[in-house]
């Protein structure tokens, strides 16, 4: 909007000389604005230490994390050009669009001045003086459109028709929406004995998945070992332990997971008598030290609450020279396609609940470099990464180094 008032203003100058100065002020603040909060490090000290002071004191716990988030999540220029791009055709659009509804308030100007009036007009509302710009948008419009003999009257007609079309109605509809879905924030995934048929039923449709990760663990267990003792954590219902138990058939498999039900489902699933279901979470494996083999763990990560203490509890449980298997989804995966997955999952029948919870589980993933650098500083060595930029997941073979 900023960069269509600019254009707007220059090409009304001859017209309005001192409009120019006006948008060339606003837009130099705005600028500094972006490059202080969005590229300046010392806007993260700043907002760091606004968060820590007495006035959020209640909220600290749950802001803080935000700034770190803010900062992490900030696009690269490259990865903003297009959406800037989209950005200007739909505002041309939409002055195209109120162009021909001038028409039905018998405002008639030449249509290229019609859309820089329009844009520097939006600019001039956005100068926090009013609400929503009501008064200051009415303001301009009536002082530009003087030039051609436009009557007051009509001008706040379409003025006012713009407001209430372009910001009244979709703040009043995402108002509703926000009221509904804010309804869920705090709301706990429950699984039901339905639930874990429906994730059973889903996850049995892409065994390729599990046949890959599968081969991954065969290959990084040692030809030596007769008996490979390999724990899955967040076993869920055994569909990826079944893939393991195939590849490796002379495993004897232990897997974890915080719900009887999953563990009910994985025991029946599994069918083995080398396989053992047990209540635990990625925080508390109910194993010994130096027990296991392989320990393996698929999309779990971004559910556990302290991953720093998973990853050592991880490395207790394993053998010297064991090696951890991890598949995790990626924090950069893009929004558009994360949406054109859930549309996907629609698509498949998936259910409510099982599409919420995969979507929701990007909300807390990790990026491949975080999730390397917790694993060297828990005493782990990098021996294997498959990871695409911006794929919906990534891959870490990871080795516990021998004290």
């Given at each position: 909007?900023?960069s269509?008032?600019a254009v707007?203003?220059?090409?009304l100058?001859?017209?309005?000389?001192?409009?120019?100065y006006?948008?060339?002020?606003?837009m130099?603040?705005?600028?500094?604005?972006f490059?202080?909060?969005?590229k300046d490090?010392?806007s993260?000290?700043l907002?760091?230490k606004?968060v820590?002071?007495?006035?959020f004191a209640?909220?600290?716990?749950?802001?803080?994390?935000?700034?770190?988030?803010f900062?992490e999540?900030?696009?690269?220029?490259?990865?903003?050009?297009?959406?800037?791009?989209?950005?200007?055709?739909?505002?041309?659009l939409?002055?195209?669009m109120?162009?021909?509804i001038?028409k039905?308030f018998l405002?008639?100007i030449p249509?290229?001045y019609f859309?820089m009036?329009m844009?520097?007009?939006?600019?001039i509302?956005?100068?926090p003086i009013?609400?929503?710009?009501?008064?200051?948008?009415?303001?301009a419009?009536?002082t530009m459109?003087?030039?051609?003999?436009?009557e007051k009257?009509?001008?706040?007609?379409?003025s006012?028709?713009?407001?209430?079309?372009v910001?009244?109605t979709p703040s009043l509809?995402?108002?509703v929406?926000?009221f509904?879905?804010t309804?869920?924030?705090d709301?706990k995934?429950v699984?039901t004995?339905n639930?874990?048929k429906?994730?059973?039923?889903?996850m049995?449709?892409?065994?390729?998945?599990?046949?890959?990760?599968?081969?991954?663990v065969?290959?990084?267990?040692?030809?030596k070992?007769?008996?490979p003792?390999i724990?899955?954590i967040?076993v869920?219902?055994?569909i990826?332990?079944?893939?393991?138990?195939k590849?490796?058939?002379?495993a004897?498999i232990?897997g974890v997971?915080p719900?009887?039900k999953?563990l009910?489902?994985?025991?029946?699933?599994?069918n083995s008598?080398d396989f053992?279901?047990?209540?635990?979470?990625?925080e508390?494996?109910?194993l010994?030290s130096?027990?296991?083999?392989?320990v393996l763990?698929?999309?779990?990560?971004?559910?556990?609450?302290?991953p720093?203490d998973s990853?050592?509890?991880?490395?207790r449980v394993l053998?010297p020279?064991?090696?951890?298997?991890?598949?995790?989804?990626?924090k950069?995966y893009?929004?558009?396609?994360?949406?054109?997955?859930k549309?996907?999952?629609?698509?498949?029948?998936?259910?409510d609940d099982?599409i919420k919870?995969?979507v929701?589980?990007?909300?807390t993933?990790?990026?491949?470099?975080?999730?390397?650098r917790?694993?060297?500083?828990?005493?782990?060595?990098?021996?294997?990464?498959?990871?695409v930029?911006?794929d919906w997941?990534?891959?870490?073979?990871?080795e516990?180094l021998k004290?």
């Open positions: 909007m900023m269509i008032g707007g203003a220059i090409f100058s001859s017209i309005y000389p001192h409009l120019f006006i948008i060339v002020i606003l130099i603040i705005s600028i500094a604005l490059l202080f909060f969005f490090k010392r993260k000290i907002f760091t606004i820590k002071s007495r006035i209640s909220l600290q716990h749950r802001i803080e994390g935000s700034v770190e988030s900062y999540d900030l696009p690269k220029f490259k990865d903003a050009i297009l959406p800037f791009g989209i950005s200007i055709f739909g505002w041309f939409k002055y195209s109120f162009f021909l001038a039905m405002i008639e249509y290229v859309i009036v844009a520097v007009a939006d600019v509302a956005s100068i009013s609400i929503y710009g009501l008064g200051t948008r009415e303001v419009l009536i459109f003087n030039v051609w003999g436009i009257e009509p001008i706040v007609s379409l006012l028709f713009w407001f209430v079309i910001w009244l509809i995402g108002a929406i926000t509904f879905e309804k869920n924030f709301n995934f699984l004995d639930t874990v429906k994730f059973e039923s889903y049995r449709r892409y065994p390729k998945f599990y046949q890959g990760l599968a081969e991954i065969k290959k990084n267990i040692s030809k070992i007769k008996k003792i724990v899955d967040g869920g219902p055994g990826l332990t079944a893939e393991v138990k590849k490796v058939p002379e004897k232990f997971d719900s009887d999953m009910k489902a994985a025991n029946k699933n599994v008598k053992q279901a047990m209540l635990g979470t990625s508390k494996i109910p010994q130096n027990f296991a083999d392989v763990s698929r999309f779990s990560l971004t559910y556990w609450k302290k720093v990853f050592l509890e991880i490395k053998k020279g064991g090696r951890l298997v991890l598949e995790a989804l990626n950069d893009p929004k558009l396609r994360l949406f054109i997955t549309i996907h999952m629609n698509f498949k029948l998936a259910g099982l919870y995969h929701d589980a990007y909300k993933a990790y990026r491949i470099q975080d999730v390397e917790i694993l060297k500083k828990s005493g782990f060595k990098i021996t294997f990464k498959d990871s930029e911006k997941k990534f891959t870490i073979v990871a516990k004290n």
